[in-house]
T-cell receptor, first 112, second 112 residues
Protein backbone atom coordinates (compact mmCIF):
# COMPACT_ATOMS: atom_id res chain seq x y z
CA UNK A 1 0.00 0.00 0.00
CA UNK A 2 1.01 3.58 -0.48
CA UNK A 3 2.40 5.69 2.33
CA UNK A 4 3.52 9.28 2.56
CA UNK A 5 6.19 10.56 4.90
CA UNK A 6 6.65 14.18 5.79
CA UNK A 7 9.20 15.63 8.17
CA UNK A 8 9.88 17.27 10.49
CA UNK A 9 6.61 17.38 12.41
CA UNK A 10 7.41 20.71 14.03
CA UNK A 11 9.97 23.36 13.29
CA UNK A 12 10.84 26.70 14.86
CA UNK A 13 13.04 28.88 12.71
CA UNK A 14 14.28 32.46 13.05
CA UNK A 15 13.38 35.09 10.51
CA UNK A 16 15.87 35.12 7.66
CA UNK A 17 16.92 31.49 8.07
CA UNK A 18 16.58 28.91 5.28
CA UNK A 19 13.94 26.20 5.13
CA UNK A 20 13.82 22.70 3.76
CA UNK A 21 10.82 20.42 4.22
CA UNK A 22 10.88 16.98 2.70
CA UNK A 23 8.16 14.63 1.61
CA UNK A 24 8.45 11.14 0.18
CA UNK A 25 5.84 8.72 -1.10
CA UNK A 26 6.18 4.94 -1.14
CA UNK A 27 4.27 2.30 -3.01
CA UNK A 28 3.44 4.21 -6.16
CA UNK A 29 5.18 5.44 -9.28
CA UNK A 30 4.98 8.84 -10.94
CA UNK A 31 2.55 10.32 -8.45
CA UNK A 32 1.32 13.87 -8.62
CA UNK A 33 2.75 15.71 -5.62
CA UNK A 34 1.46 18.77 -3.82
CA UNK A 35 2.42 21.27 -1.15
CA UNK A 36 -0.40 22.98 0.71
CA UNK A 37 -0.35 25.45 3.57
CA UNK A 38 -2.95 25.98 6.24
CA UNK A 39 -2.52 29.37 7.85
CA UNK A 40 -4.21 30.04 11.19
CA UNK A 41 -7.97 30.21 10.72
CA UNK A 42 -7.78 29.65 7.00
CA UNK A 43 -8.35 26.84 4.55
CA UNK A 44 -5.84 24.78 2.63
CA UNK A 45 -3.97 26.90 0.13
CA UNK A 46 -2.26 25.13 -2.77
CA UNK A 47 1.34 26.31 -3.04
CA UNK A 48 2.97 24.00 -5.59
CA UNK A 49 2.22 20.85 -7.49
CA UNK A 50 4.31 18.55 -9.63
CA UNK A 51 3.31 15.98 -12.24
CA UNK A 52 6.82 14.65 -12.83
CA UNK A 53 10.49 14.93 -11.96
CA UNK A 54 11.67 18.50 -12.36
CA UNK A 55 8.17 19.73 -13.24
CA UNK A 56 6.94 22.30 -10.74
CA UNK A 57 3.86 24.50 -11.00
CA UNK A 58 3.63 27.44 -8.63
CA UNK A 59 0.23 28.64 -7.56
CA UNK A 60 1.05 31.55 -5.30
CA UNK A 61 3.99 33.92 -5.80
CA UNK A 62 5.83 34.03 -2.52
CA UNK A 63 8.97 33.43 -0.59
CA UNK A 64 8.95 29.68 -1.16
CA UNK A 65 10.10 27.29 -3.85
CA UNK A 66 9.66 23.59 -4.52
CA UNK A 67 11.74 20.93 -6.18
CA UNK A 68 11.25 17.31 -7.19
CA UNK A 69 14.67 15.73 -7.53
CA UNK A 70 13.31 12.17 -7.60
CA UNK A 71 10.05 10.58 -8.67
CA UNK A 72 8.66 10.22 -5.18
CA UNK A 73 10.41 13.07 -3.39
CA UNK A 74 9.09 16.60 -3.06
CA UNK A 75 10.94 19.38 -1.25
CA UNK A 76 9.70 22.77 -0.10
CA UNK A 77 12.38 25.40 0.41
CA UNK A 78 13.02 28.99 1.27
CA UNK A 79 16.24 30.94 1.26
CA UNK A 80 15.09 33.43 3.88
CA UNK A 81 12.01 32.86 6.00
CA UNK A 82 9.53 35.60 6.80
CA UNK A 83 7.20 35.79 9.79
CA UNK A 84 4.32 35.35 7.37
CA UNK A 85 5.66 31.93 6.35
CA UNK A 86 4.46 30.47 9.63
CA UNK A 87 1.77 27.86 9.19
CA UNK A 88 0.96 24.20 8.85
CA UNK A 89 2.50 22.72 5.72
CA UNK A 90 1.05 19.64 4.13
CA UNK A 91 2.38 17.38 1.44
CA UNK A 92 -0.05 15.30 -0.60
CA UNK A 93 -0.05 12.86 -3.49
CA UNK A 94 -2.46 11.54 -6.04
CA UNK A 95 -2.19 9.18 -8.96
CA UNK A 96 -4.05 8.85 -12.22
CA UNK A 97 -6.92 9.08 -12.78
CA UNK A 98 -6.37 11.81 -10.19
CA UNK A 99 -9.34 11.10 -8.01
CA UNK A 100 -8.46 11.38 -4.33
CA UNK A 101 -5.43 13.12 -2.90
CA UNK A 102 -3.81 11.74 0.24
CA UNK A 103 -2.02 13.86 2.78
CA UNK A 104 0.98 13.51 5.02
CA UNK A 105 0.90 14.35 8.70
CA UNK A 106 2.03 17.94 8.18
CA UNK A 107 4.76 20.20 9.50
CA UNK A 108 4.01 22.98 11.92
CA UNK A 109 6.40 25.81 11.05
CA UNK A 110 6.78 28.74 13.39
CA UNK A 111 8.98 31.60 12.27
CA UNK A 112 10.18 33.74 15.18
CA UNK B 1 -11.12 34.53 -5.58
CA UNK B 2 -12.49 31.76 -3.38
CA UNK B 3 -13.79 29.14 -5.80
CA UNK B 4 -14.86 26.76 -3.04
CA UNK B 5 -16.72 28.22 -0.09
CA UNK B 6 -17.76 26.84 3.24
CA UNK B 7 -19.78 29.63 4.74
CA UNK B 8 -20.29 28.07 8.15
CA UNK B 9 -17.06 28.17 10.14
CA UNK B 10 -18.51 26.02 12.90
CA UNK B 11 -21.38 23.68 13.71
CA UNK B 12 -22.50 21.98 16.92
CA UNK B 13 -24.69 18.89 16.91
CA UNK B 14 -25.95 16.53 19.57
CA UNK B 15 -24.66 12.98 19.52
CA UNK B 16 -26.95 10.71 17.53
CA UNK B 17 -28.41 13.53 15.44
CA UNK B 18 -27.62 14.41 11.86
CA UNK B 19 -24.74 16.73 10.95
CA UNK B 20 -25.06 18.63 7.69
CA UNK B 21 -22.05 20.42 6.33
CA UNK B 22 -22.43 22.64 3.30
CA UNK B 23 -20.16 23.72 0.48
CA UNK B 24 -20.64 26.01 -2.52
CA UNK B 25 -18.48 26.38 -5.58
CA UNK B 26 -18.29 28.91 -8.37
CA UNK B 27 -16.28 27.18 -11.10
CA UNK B 28 -18.59 25.25 -13.42
CA UNK B 29 -15.60 23.25 -14.69
CA UNK B 30 -15.33 21.39 -11.39
CA UNK B 31 -16.56 17.84 -11.87
CA UNK B 32 -15.16 15.95 -8.91
CA UNK B 33 -15.78 16.81 -5.29
CA UNK B 34 -14.27 15.51 -2.09
CA UNK B 35 -14.71 15.80 1.64
CA UNK B 36 -11.85 15.55 4.09
CA UNK B 37 -11.75 15.37 7.85
CA UNK B 38 -8.93 16.96 9.80
CA UNK B 39 -7.90 16.67 13.41
CA UNK B 40 -5.58 19.29 14.96
CA UNK B 41 -1.90 18.90 14.06
CA UNK B 42 -2.67 16.11 11.58
CA UNK B 43 -3.06 15.91 7.85
CA UNK B 44 -6.56 15.77 6.34
CA UNK B 45 -8.05 12.32 5.86
CA UNK B 46 -10.11 11.54 2.80
CA UNK B 47 -13.74 10.74 3.66
CA UNK B 48 -15.92 10.53 0.60
CA UNK B 49 -16.13 11.87 -2.92
CA UNK B 50 -18.64 12.34 -5.70
CA UNK B 51 -18.41 12.74 -9.43
CA UNK B 52 -20.58 15.28 -11.22
CA UNK B 53 -22.38 12.47 -13.04
CA UNK B 54 -23.99 11.53 -9.75
CA UNK B 55 -26.11 13.44 -7.30
CA UNK B 56 -25.57 11.23 -4.28
CA UNK B 57 -22.87 8.98 -2.89
CA UNK B 58 -23.12 7.04 0.34
CA UNK B 59 -20.52 5.34 2.49
CA UNK B 60 -21.70 4.09 5.84
CA UNK B 61 -22.72 7.03 8.01
CA UNK B 62 -21.51 9.53 5.41
CA UNK B 63 -23.54 10.70 2.43
CA UNK B 64 -22.59 13.45 0.00
CA UNK B 65 -25.23 15.19 -2.09
CA UNK B 66 -24.44 17.24 -5.17
CA UNK B 67 -26.72 19.86 -6.70
CA UNK B 68 -25.00 20.93 -9.89
CA UNK B 69 -27.52 23.56 -10.87
CA UNK B 70 -27.05 25.29 -7.53
CA UNK B 71 -23.30 24.57 -7.45
CA UNK B 72 -23.79 23.18 -3.99
CA UNK B 73 -22.82 20.05 -2.17
CA UNK B 74 -23.41 18.82 1.33
CA UNK B 75 -22.08 16.14 3.62
CA UNK B 76 -24.52 14.36 5.90
CA UNK B 77 -23.28 12.39 8.89
CA UNK B 78 -25.88 10.13 10.49
CA UNK B 79 -25.76 9.40 13.35
CA UNK B 80 -23.17 11.87 14.55
CA UNK B 81 -20.64 10.60 17.07
CA UNK B 82 -18.25 12.48 19.38
CA UNK B 83 -15.32 11.11 17.35
CA UNK B 84 -16.66 13.00 14.36
CA UNK B 85 -15.63 16.25 16.01
CA UNK B 86 -13.05 17.72 13.64
CA UNK B 87 -12.65 20.27 10.87
CA UNK B 88 -14.23 19.20 7.59
CA UNK B 89 -12.92 20.49 4.29
CA UNK B 90 -14.69 20.44 1.01
CA UNK B 91 -12.52 20.22 -2.13
CA UNK B 92 -13.14 20.36 -5.86
CA UNK B 93 -11.28 19.41 -8.99
CA UNK B 94 -11.77 19.85 -12.72
CA UNK B 95 -11.04 16.96 -15.06
CA UNK B 96 -7.87 17.40 -17.03
CA UNK B 97 -6.34 19.42 -14.21
CA UNK B 98 -4.27 18.35 -11.26
CA UNK B 99 -5.31 20.93 -8.69
CA UNK B 100 -7.52 20.24 -5.70
CA UNK B 101 -9.13 23.47 -4.53
CA UNK B 102 -10.18 23.50 -0.91
CA UNK B 103 -12.68 25.47 1.07
CA UNK B 104 -11.92 27.16 4.38
CA UNK B 105 -13.34 24.34 6.47
CA UNK B 106 -16.16 23.86 8.98
CA UNK B 107 -15.41 22.90 12.55
CA UNK B 108 -17.89 20.26 13.69
CA UNK B 109 -18.43 19.65 17.36
CA UNK B 110 -20.55 16.67 18.35
CA UNK B 111 -21.84 17.02 21.87
CA UNK B 112 -22.18 13.91 24.02
Amino acid sequence: SQTIHQWPATLVQPVGSPLSLECTVEGTSNPNLYWYRQAAGRGLQLLFYSVGIGQISSEVPQNLSASRPQDRQFILSSKKLLLSDSGFYLCAWSEPPNTEAFFGQGTRLTVV
Amino acid sequence: DQQVKQNSPSLSVQEGRISILNCDYTNSMFDYFLWYKKYPAEGPTFLISISSIKDKNEDGRFTVFLNKSAKHLSLHIVPSQPGDSAVYFCAAKASGTYKYIFGTGTRLKVLA
